[in-house]
């Protein structure tokens, strides 16, 4: 299997968090495709979660993001937003996402080799609130890539199991 490309904001020795996890895909789909199927559904639990990081963060100057709209993009292009995520590069393969405050700079890149789909995320911290910010969402970013993932795969097998006329 070929490695994917790694996309991150700087060298990995320079980051102050990086996670990388690798689904293989049953169909040929695009970038954009996966992001649509992963993102399209907000649970409570999501809610809530983005609702209290809002809460906490606005204290320390950073700006609400609200979570995840499931708003399904047909096409995306770079300078483009999906969610609080800037669209810094599209391609059916790879899709590159950033997030930057005074606080940290976040990138998402979610990369398609092989039929295997790869989402490596990184962060740059840039004082002591960013580096306190990561503490919690570190490992709680583990577990909703993990999500994410089931998510998409169920969406996946379930349209592969449907009969073609339906």
Known sequence: MATPPLHTLRNLSELDYHDSRSLPLPVEITALEAWNLMTG????????????????????????????????RGAVQ??????????EHSAPELLVLTERD????????????????????????????????????????????????????????EAASKPANQ
Not at 78 to 87: C, P
Not at 127 to 155: E, S, T
């Open 41 to 72: 559904e907000q649970g409570w639990f999501m809610r809530m979660a983005f609702r209290t990081r809002d809460v906490i963060s606005s204290f320390f100057g950073v700006k609400r993001i609200g979570g995840f709209s499931g708003v399904k």
């Open 78 to 87: 770079a300078g483009d937003h999906l969610d609080f995520f800037l669209v």
């Open 102 to 157: 005074r606080h940290l700079d976040v990138m998402v890149c979610l990369s398609i080799t092989n039929r295997v789909l790869t989402i490596t995320s990184s962060v740059v911290t840039h004082n002591a609130f960013g580096r306190l910010y990561m503490l919690p969402v570190g490992p709680a970013h583990k577990l909703i890539v993990n999500g994410h993932f089931r998510r998409l795969k169920r969406k996946l097998d």
